[in-house]
């Protein structure tokens, strides 16, 4: 009996423990946590980091060492020198929010995509040319900022997202878009402003909550007739571009209630 009561009292501590392992902050506690501004303060207490703000550090590299923050769920990268990033980063199982904007990162990390509790990752203003497949598995992703980059194509798998609610593009070097990107059907905000467009795929119909659409600054002639799905669509930039009056004319007739610049 005694060793029966001592097995369960062990079961029950080893679920207690599991789950604390995998407890994370939620938004109101997060936001109360302390924040972190030196990594090597913060390797001296890893289990009690759960914001890390370095930016502005000049840092040219991140030391692998950051796979010890377990806990981390908040890591902020802005306005360093970085032209990659360890695969380390790969081990923060929590993090949920990642900004590397204005570095000078020229590829990203195959395993970002196990990173999938990310739910936000800013990317703006460094120096990428493509888009890793493993953006893909980022099932959690809400938002993301690829603007100011020299990115010439996206991958299929960008389709995959499933939760994205916004994707900024503007300023970069895209020819053309894949049609997987009328899977991310939950999308509010799709800035494709300034690059180097021809053409639209007819997919772009299949983006129902779309209320905001930027192309303005491409190479557009026209726009395909399933642009007259977006029926939530409030904005919609156009101008920059090589449209007649004609297809002017026929846009507006697809799109009555949207407000629409050429």
């Known amino acids: 009996m005694k060793y029966k009561i001592s097995l369960l009292i062990i079961l029950v501590s080893l679920m207690g423990s599991a789950h604390a392992k995998k407890k994370i902050l939620d938004t109101k506690k997060l936001k109360r946590a302390k924040i972190y501004r030196s990594l090597k303060v913060a390797l001296q207490k890893p289990r009690k980091v ?3 703000y370095l930016y502005g550090q000049d840092l040219k590299s991140l030391s692998p060492e ?17 032209t990659t990033l360890p695969k380390e980063v790969a081990k923060l199982k929590r993090l949920q929010w990642l900004n590397l904007t204005e570095n000078k990162l020229t590829v ?11 739910e936000w990752l800013g990317l703006s203003e460094n120096r990428l040319t493509t888009v890793p497949k493993g953006i893909g598995k980022l099932k959690k992703l809400e938002s993301l900022n690829l603007s100011e980059n020299r990115i010439t194509h996206l991958p299929k798998k960008i389709g995959k997202l499933k939760k994205l609610l916004w994707l900024s593009l503007w300023d970069n070097q895209l020819t053309r878009l894949p049609k997987k990107i009328g899977k991310l059907k939950g999308l509010n905000w799709l800035h494709l402003d300034k690059n180097e467009l021809t053409r639209i795929p007819k997919t772009i119909g299949n983006l129902k909550n779309l209320k905001h ?6 190479r557009l002639t026209k726009l395909p007739k399933e642009i007259g799905n977006l029926q939530s669509l409030k904005t919609l930039n156009l101008w920059g571009n090589n449209f007649s009056e004609k297809e002017m004319k026929k846009i507006r007739k697809l799109l009555p209630k949207c407000d629409i610049t050429f």
């Open 50 to 52: 759960y914001k890390l």
């Open 66 to 82: 950051i796979k010890s923050l377990k806990r981390l769920q908040m890591l902020d990268l802005t306005e360093n020198r970085l």
């Open 108 to 118: 990203l990390p195959k395993q970002i995509g196990k990173l999938k509790r990310l």
């Open 213 to 218: 659409l930027g192309l303005s600054e491409n």
